[in-house]
Structure formats: C-alpha cells, structure tokens
C-alpha cells in the first residue's frame, strides 16, 4: 500500500478550467437553480472550488433535497408520483423513491421523439477499420419497438431475464433497450468469455432469452464463437428463445430466430412503467472464492444516478459525442449506453484497442468526433510506452476531456496527456465500481487538475476514508467508505434469499457504511487519491475476476496440484498477474505446460486474465482453516515485509512465505 505524500497547502495544477467554462458546465447552471429552487447553498462567486464543496456538502446531508432536484433538472418522467425521495437511509435496503414508476428505455430513446434530431446519430459505430457508421435516433427507436414487439409475443415479461452474449455493437443497445422496455432484466458477456465463464453467470439468472453472435474480429484476426454458442445452449436449460446475430456472416443454427426479422417491424414502441427499484440488469463481480456475484441494480436507481453522472460531472449532453473503450462484459458498457439519457451520440468501437496500431483509440476519436474520450489507465501508459503523439498526429479539437479509468492513472500519465494530447484539456481520472455502476470519484468540470488525483467526490456520494477502527482520517490512507445510500448500489444479488452475501460483501467490517475494497486519500483539498484494491479480487483494465474462477479452470489439468493467482497494482501504473502453481509428482512445468495453462484460462475464462508469468512453487500457504492465503502473499510481492503482511500464527507454513517475500524485493 502507498502512502499518500502529505499535500502542500496550494499545490499548482496541471490544468484549470477557464472562467467560460465554468459558466458554461451543467454543474453550475444546476448549483445556482438549486440554490434558488432547493436550498441549497449558494455558489462562492469566483471560487469554484468553495462552491462544489459547499454544494457537495449538501448534496449528502440533505439526500432528499438533492435527489429531488436531480430528478427536476434532468426532466425524469415519473409516470407515477413518488410518496417521498427516500422513505429508508438504511443500507443495505435503503428505500427510494417509493409509488414511482418510471421506465430506463423511454428516457433512453426521448431524444427520438424531436423531430430537429431524429435523424441525427444516436450510435456511432465502428470497428477496426475505424470507419464510422451512424444509427439515427429514428432508426434505434423503430429497432427497439419491433423487437420489444417480438419479446412480448416470445412470453417475455416483467422480471424475465435476457441474456447477451454479443460484442459491443448496436445490436447489443438494440437488445438491452427493448429489454427495458418490457420491464426485461438484462446481462451480458462479450464474446471473448469462453463457454465456462458466461454459464458460471448466466445459469444463476435463468435466462429465457439468448442474443448471441456467431463470431466477431479482433485483432485483425476472425474468431468464430458458433460451438460456444452451443455450449451455452445446452447449458441454459431456461432458455425458450436464441436470437442469431451473424457478425460473420454465417446463417442461423437451427431453431435460431434471425435479428433482422425481429427488428424490421413498423411497431411504436410501448415502455412497460415499473416500479423504480423494478431490477434494470444484473451485472457481475467477482470475488476470491465461489461464483461471480449477481448485481441486480434498479431501473430507476441506474436512470437517476446515470444523469446525474453524464450530465453534472461529465458535462454531456446534446451535440456531444461520448466514446468510452470498452466490452459488454464491463459496467462501463451499461454506463456508455447511459449517454443516450443525456441526448449524447453514444460512440461504440467493436476491436482491439490496439489494432493496428497502439493509436487506434486516438484513431477512433478523430474519426467520430469524440467530445468525451475515455479509455483505461492501462491504455494511456501503454501510449507512453510506445511513443504515440496523439495531438501531434491527430485531429483531437473537439476532445473537451479525456476519462481514464480500471485501474489508477499514475502520476506518469496525467503529465503525459497533457504534453501529448492537449496542455488545456480536462483530464477526469474516475472511480467507482461494478457493484455501483458508477463512479464514486472523478470527473468536476470546475476544478482543478492535480497531478496523480481524483478532482473530487461525486456528488451525492457521501465518501470517506476509514481507518481499522472506524475513524474518518483526512491526508492519510483509509479504506474507501460511502457513509450514505447511493441509488444506484444494488437492490439485491440473484440467489441471496436471505441478503447474506450482499451484507458480507460490503458491510461485514463496517456495519452500516459500505466498504468498497479500495485504499485510498481524501486530501485536505478536496481531492481523491485511488491507491488500488484492498482485497485480493483480479481487476485487469476494470475487469474482475475472482481468484476461484482461475483455480477452478487451472486445476482441471492434471498436472497441476494447487493454484495461486494474485494481481498486484505497480507504482508506475502496471498490473502484474502471477500465477503460482505447486506441480503434481513427476510433472514438469515445460513449454508445453505452460501453453496449456495459458490456453485454457483464455479459452474458458478470459483473454484478459492468462496470467504475466506462471511460476512455480514447492507449496501454496493456507491459513489454519485450509483457505489460500492471497492478500497477504500481495502484500508481501508490493514489498511489505513479511512481519507486517501477515500473522504468522494464522499460517498452516510459514516458510513458504518466504518465497513470495523474496519475490516482492527482487521485483520492486
């Protein structure tokens, strides 16, 4: 774990908003109405910074108040009115919103019904050609009401779930969309998940209805996904209906329905009105031991925070382009295709972020027009590495912010976005979470830029830092707590009758107050510093996957007697993934091995996950109980020394934690 420096009273930014733009960003014109119409309180003329703490401030004390003008200033339609904003704080369960109906898909698709933009982009689409091509907000909504249509008449009704195993296409917005609109519950996996992966997902939700491709490119390169798709068949006993997706080109399996025969229909489309904690998607989050957890989030819960984060922090709205490099399999998907809330054109790249060439994204913005680009850590360090020149090489003018997010962006790769992109360009390092669905953490068109921070705390979002015994601490390292209900946190996990996994995730340490796994610094100023995961879930560019997911496909090889996976966040922004494996006798861990191992976590799991290196180890250390020790064996490859890293009394032997000791200070 990284120490935060103690900050200096008035450290100079990299970059500052100029006195236009912060009269221009939503999140002023939304204080000052506030203040007149709400009570909150009233700007600092000519200290932005004193008027979002202030309006921060408020925005957690007086939930009901804030949420209240949310709902207001971004018009969400209730189709019926709500008895109070926040009937229960209580978390977990806490209640909002209750008589209110509302529906996602109808807000989703509003912007389609003025005719001045009906025939603008909604989706801007492109894959590694880089060519984009446009689906009007016309043509998404007549897709949506045919296929919402044929949904229904497939027996698909409220609280049914739909499943996707598709790339990041308009198909998907299409699938998802009239999903909502039937009061449908969504999930999805991108297609490089092998068959193991997405049936460890989607057999907990049951799903009646499969959208699912036959293959997709990537890296220059076809992958077919046809035999997957018939694992996945065989595997989802519930499901009644396949939709055939023909990426490739290929025609449609038997007993497969057609996509194009389901969307070319002339149907208005009709929004089923749930009520709003009504379940929207389920998404998933690994942690280190048994099955992916099943997030089930709220259709009103995701609307209502997704416009306060697209239109107040990200500063989108119509005439924007927002393009977010990401997978189906990814929370920021379903935060991508929020922008659509907003009346943004949704931008989707459907490839390899490097193909053919590590400055494809820059490729990808130029191209379309991005006004906000986000993309991962990893990506921007991945840049420096190569020595790509993003402005000097492209035409980024209409870039107004680049978002990083996954992972922390290291101090490396806020100087080099601003010497590379553009000196005045707003760069929004965010955090937040799968389990949340947004960002606790990040982008404020009115402040600063700090070197190696988070602008500030969402709004909203009552977030502080805890040390081990339940005390806020302020310019010191703590565990990330939200202290309030956010609308967004789930209403339940798929298959936790009794809220007990929901609890232990996040509320075992800290009754009451959610705990999120991550270290990190509230500063004196206001701002946030993220210094990785305080457990030992695998988060490669944003994505987690549980330890146990890599065990459970690892040992089905013969050869391999035990397993131990840890990912470890590195000071200059990289990620390390050793795996450890304590061989069977007579085994040898030769080339051929290894391309075993390696192949069958990418072929059953994930590309993202083959571990960096597979080393192997006389033994794996347990605690007393039999479990791996894996946070503590991070600790000690960070270079904790092994006395602070772990109790040895806690340890079946002790000795085989020298190795990983000796590991941490050779690689720091």
Same mark, same amino acid.
């Given at each position: 774990m990284t120490t935060a420096p103690q900050p200096a009273d008035r450290p100079e930014p990299l970059w500052s908003p100029g006195e236009g733009r912060v009269a221009r960003a939503q999140v002023t014109r939304f204080h000052r109405w506030a203040a007149e119409q709400h009570g909150a309180p009233a700007p600092v003329p000519g200290d932005p910074a004193a008027s979002y703490a202030a309006l921060h401030r408020w925005s957690v004390t007086e939930l009901e108040r804030f949420w209240q003008a949310v709902t207001e200033w971004c018009d969400v339609r209730f189709s019926s009115p709500y008895e109070r904003v926040l009937a229960d704080p209580a978390m977990p369960g806490a209640v909002w919103f209750p008589g209110a109906t509302l529906n996602y898909a109808e807000h989703a698709l509003r912007t389609a019904e003025d005719p001045a933009r009906a025939h603008e982009p909604a989706l801007l689409h492109t894959d590694e050609t880089h060519d984009p091509r446009p689906v009007t907000w016309a043509e998404l909504r007549a897709q949506v009401g045919s296929l919402a249509a044929e949904l229904r008449r497939l027996g698909v009704r409220p609280g049914d779930r739909v499943s996707a195993y598709l790339p990041n296409v308009p198909h998907a917005v299409v699938a998802l969309l009239a999903t909502a609109a039937v009061g449908g519950v969504w999930t999805s996996c991108a297609p490089d998940f092998g068959a193991r992966s997405v049936l460890d997902r989607f057999q907990q939700v049951e799903p009646v209805v499969l959208f699912a491709v036959d293959g997709y490119h990537y890296g220059g390169k076809r992958h077919e996904r046809a035999d997957t798709v018939t694992e996945l068949r065989a595997g989802l006993p519930t499901v009644r209906a396949v939709v055939h997706i023909p990426l490739l080109g290929t025609p449609a399996p038997e007993g497969a329905l057609e996509w194009d025969a389901l969307t070319s229909g002339t149907v208005e489309p009709v929004f089923e009105q749930v009520p709003f904690d009504h379940p929207l998607w389920v998404l998933y989050s690994s942690g280190t031991t048994g099955l992916p957890k099943a997030i089930v989030q709220s259709q009103g819960g995701i609307l209502v925070e997704h416009v306060k984060q697209l239109a107040l922090h990200c500063d989108l709205g119509p005439g924007d382009r927002f393009f977010w490099y990401t997978s189906t399999g990814w929370m920021m998907w379903n935060f991508l295709v929020s922008g659509l809330l907003v009346g943004s054109t949704v931008v989707l790249y459907d490839g390899s972020p490097g193909h053919p060439d590590t400055a494809a994204q820059w490729r990808v913005a130029e191209r379309t027009g991005a006004t906000l680009f986000g993309t991962s850590a990893a990506y921007v360090m991945a840049c420096r590495k190569a020595e790509v020149h993003p402005g000097r090489d492209f035409d980024l003018s209409r870039v107004r912010c680049v978002a990083t997010t996954g992972s922390p962006l290291p101090p490396d790769g806020f100087r080099w976005l601003h010497d590379e992109v553009a000196a005045d360009m707003w760069i929004a390092s965010v955090s937040g979470g799968t389990d949340v669905c947004s960002c606790f953490a990040g982008a404020v068109p009115t402040l600063p830029v700090h070197i190696g921070e988070l602008q500030a705390p969402c709004l909203g979002t009552d977030l502080q830092a805890w040390d081990a015994h339940g005390e806020p601490v302020v310019d010191e390292v703590g565990e990330l707590? /939200?202290?309030?209900?956010?609308?967004?946190?789930?209403?339940?996990?798929?298959?936790?009758?009794?809220?007990?996994?929901?609890?232990?995730?996040?509320?075992?340490?800290?009754?009451? /107050?959610?705990r999120h796994g991550d270290w990190i610094t509230l500063t004196s100023r206001g701002s946030v510093v993220i210094h990785g995961r305080s457990d030992s879930t695998l988060n490669r560019q944003g994505v987690r996957m549980g330890s146990s997911d890599i065990y459970e496909a690892v040992e089905r090889l013969p050869e391999i007697r035990e397993s131990l996976v840890i990912g470890v966040e590195r000071p200059d922004g990289g990620y390390w993934m050793p795996l450890f494996v304590h061989l069977a006798p007579g085994a040898t861990l030769d080339e051929e091995l290894l391309g075993r191992i390696k192949r069958t976590i990418r072929e059953q799991l994930s590309p993202r996950h083959v571990p960096d290196e597979v080393i192997e180890v006389t033994g794996i250390p347990h605690t007393l109980t039999g479990k791996r020790i894996e946070v503590p064996v991070k600790r000690l490859l960070q270079g904790t020394p092994l006395e602070k890293a772990v109790n040895p009394g806690s340890v079946d032997n002790v000795e085989l934690l020298h190795f990983y000791e000796k590991l941490g200070r050779e690689r720091a």
């Open positions: 707590i /939200v202290a309030a209900p956010m609308p967004s946190m789930p209403v339940r996990f798929w298959n936790d009758p009794d809220g007990s996994r929901y609890r232990d995730s996040y509320f075992e340490m800290f009754p009451g /107050v959610w």
